[in-house]
């Protein structure tokens, strides 16, 4: 190997540990904001209080949630939610009777669709909320979802 590949080799190698070295903290960066306390949250009311500081939500008919009435299966339960609110921060999933009522917590890009479709685990037949914040202000709809088979142990 003459100078020329070593140097070469030497400039690849310290390249690569210096990627290695930058990209080891991005998955901090990402997981930055991530609520982890709300998500930990035994209940529903201590879920909302960690993920919206005290905010108090209100029902609203301009959220709709679409789901199976009956799911065979918890361990996989699709649930759509979309919204007419405008300038939607984030949506936010609770299932009242799992064992961490927070099921999902979506944020959203000023100007982005306020359409979510995504699958949960429900441990039991049990209402299903949807926290959408919107303007500063916390809006709500639930719906109830009965389960044959629950899929968070039960």
Do not use: H
């Not at 997981?31 to 905010?55: D, M, N, R, V, Y």
């Not at 984030?90 to 009522?101: A, Q, R, Y």
């Amino acid at each position: 190997m003459n100078n020329f590949e070593q140097r070469r080799l030497l400039l690849k190698g310290l390249l690569s540990s210096s990627f290695l070295g930058i990209a080891s903290f991005l998955p901090k960066l990402a997981l930055a904001s991530w609520p982890k306390e709300a998500f930990q949250s035994k209940t529903i009311s201590s879920a909302i209080e960690l993920l919206e500081q005290g905010l108090a939500a209100e029902e609203s008919k301009n959220i709709k949630i679409k789901a199976p009435k009956l799911a065979e299966n918890g361990s996989i339960v699709w649930i759509e939610i979309s919204t007419t609110l405008e300038n939607v921060e984030s949506i936010s999933i609770l299932v009242e009777k799992n064992p961490t009522p927070l099921a999902a917590k979506f944020v959203l890009a000023p100007g982005t669709e306020a359409y979510i479709y995504t699958r949960i685990k429900m441990r039991e037949s049990s209402p299903v909320i949807a926290l959408v914040k919107a303007d500063g202000k916390l809006y709500s709809a639930s719906r109830n979802i009965k389960v044959t088979l629950g899929g968070c142990g039960g």
